[in-house]
């Protein structure tokens, strides 16, 4: 980099650069091209082979072994491992496989090449069959499952034909309950407030049931107060906006719905899980108040289900880390905690108004209000942040006991009588 971004020729250059994508594209849509643009699919955070699955951010150097045509017949073409995982590996070669069951392929670490996570993919282009120019895929919305033969719109109308259409959108996705009641509720929001606004839909896209098994920790310190697991339902749910003719993604939500019938102290409680979205929401001040009204509609109808309890994780993502989009743009900020927790009691602030919830608090809150003195007493969700601590704590304490108590014998073999007996008292 010759120039840095807070530079006066950077700043300049990228000016002018602007100017340039602005001028161009009608020229070269004038000749039957999509735009005069370069567009790129910039790099993404990658993981390491290892146990550990280390995150490789982008701009990152790692290792990388290349199996081009599975010439060593292994499940994948390319493994990765990361700078620290790499000079773990005990000996000459890594073990590679897709079971470790299954008896896998020992490759030499000489293989490995030292790499770096800045590759650059541009966009691909297509060629019409009618006037054999090329355009961007995207551009020209293009998706070979869908449209075997891609004929470039000028050609379509000069010929008067249109595109066969497309069988795979959205709207088009069974129905549910849950997603026909956000969806009438947030269109109705929006029509409010924008006519001209695109509809919304929402889809369930999966539901299921599944239970969270209770970890080794927990079940021996109360292996008498709590069930070996809890079944739950999990749900995700998508809202798409037609913009300019074609459906766009822009929310996804993952959910799990513990029922009546679950034992306590899961019982009648939902846990949004995990929350993402995209910018590509029109028109752009309504964006967080759709948002919003997703979240409210779901707490409203599963309130009608005979729901008790909502808890929400209001933790963001760390850098380069996505939750449920494979990637973001890269203009979009990821919020500091503070300012997320700020934008859920917005969203929780208009739900009591609406007469939705009661009330909401944090999770200390909660347990002193409601007298909670045991670990067995907090919800256990899957993938949740709570479990986890809880089993590293319990793991810590087993440790200091196991400690304590190998101690104590050693004093009373010494004889030391003083030691052995306040240890002993310690203990009980």
Request: charged fraction near 25%; aromatic fraction near 14%; proline fraction near 7%.
């Amino acid at each position: 980099i010759y120039n840095r971004k807070t530079s006066k020729v950077y700043k300049s250059c990228s000016k002018l650069a602007e100017l340039f994508d602005e001028e161009i594209d009608p020229v070269m849509e004038r000749l039957g091209y999509c735009c005069g643009r370069r567009f790129v699919f910039h790099p993404q955070i990658i993981y390491c082979y290892s146990p550990n699955v280390c995150p490789i951010p982008p701009g990152s150097t790692y290792y990388a072994f290349h199996n081009p045509g599975n010439r060593l017949n292994i499940p994948y073409d390319k493994y990765f491992l990361c700078l620290k995982c790499y000079p773990m590996s005990q000996g000459d070669s890594i073990m590679v496989g897709d079971d470790t069951n299954q008896q896998q392929c020992a490759i030499p670490k000489s293989q490995f090449n030292e790499v770096k996570n800045d590759h650059i993919e541009p966009e691909q282009f297509i060629n019409c069959m009618e006037c054999g120019r090329k355009l961007h895929q995207i551009c020209s919305v293009y998706y070979t499952a869908i449209w075997p033969e891609f004929v470039c719109k000028n050609c379509m109308k000069a010929t008067a034909t249109k595109r066969r259409d497309n069988k795979f959108t959205a709207k088009r996705l069974p129905h549910t309950k849950l997603g026909d009641w956000i969806e009438t509720r947030v269109n109705k929001y929006i029509k409010d407030l924008e006519p001209n606004c695109g509809d919304v839909h929402i889809r369930v896209i999966s539901s299921s049931d599944k239970q969270v098994d209770v970890q080794p920790g927990m079940l021996s310190r109360f292996e008498e107060l709590m069930p070996d697991s809890f079944p739950y339902r999990s749900k995700s749910l998508f809202a798409f906006e037609e913009i300019d003719g074609f459906e766009v993604c822009f929310f996804g939500m993952h959910v799990q719905e513990y029922g009546l019938e679950c034992p306590p102290p899961n019982t009648g409680r939902v846990y949004i899980s995990y929350l993402d979205s995209v910018h590509f929401f029109k028109p752009k001040f309504l964006r967080t108040r759709v948002y919003h009204e997703i979240l409210i509609a779901y707490l409203e109808y599963v309130k009608r289900l005979g729901y008790k309890f909502g808890h929400i994780w209001a933790c963001p993502p760390s850098e380069g880390d996505d939750y449920i989009f494979h990637c973001h743009p890269l203009e979009q900020k990821i919020p500091k905690p503070k300012r997320l927790q700020e934008w859920y009691r917005t969203m929780l602030d208009k739900a009591l108004a609406d007469k939705i919830i009661f009330e909401y608090k944090d999770v200390l809150s909660d347990a002193q209000e409601e007298g909670i003195t045991s670990a067995h007493q907090f919800p256990y969700f899957e993938g949740d942040f709570w479990p986890n601590v809880l089993e590293e704590s319990i793991k810590e304490l087993d440790a200091e006991e196991a400690a304590a108590a190998q101690q104590y014998v050693e004093d009373d073999v010494t004889g030391d009588g003083k030691k052995g007996k306040k240890l002993k008292k310690k203990n009980k």
